[in-house]
């Protein structure tokens, strides 16, 4: 587990649009990563939903979110 505040290892994966996100391409910003185990289950829609109500905030301050299942 990384600890908060320490470097992410650099990472090249697929999205959920079938483009590839790699971590050296948000060089700059915030990058907050949450994990989940599973999509549409109620915990982690409503984890997602709090990141999604919290975007335009988090992106005025530079910052990506990143979900990751």
């Known amino acids: 587990m990384i ?3 320490r470097k992410a290892p650099a990472f090249n994966l697929p999205s ?3 483009d590839k996100l790699a971590l050296k ?8 990563i949450y ?4 999509d549409n ?5 409503v ?14 301050l530079d ?4 979900g990751v299942s």
Not at 41 to 45: E, I, K, N, S, V
Not at 63 to 66: G, H, L, M, N, Y
């Open 47 to 60: 984890e997602a939903n709090d990141f999604n109500k919290a975007l335009r905030k988090l992106q005025s």
């Open 16 to 18: 959920s649009t079938g």
């Open 25 to 32: 391409d948000l060089a700059g910003k915030y990058v907050i």
């Open 63 to 66: 910052a990506v979110v990143i």
């Open 3 to 5: 600890k908060e505040g």
């Open 41 to 45: 289950t109620p915990g982690c829609t």
């Open 35 to 38: 994990f989940y185990p599973r």
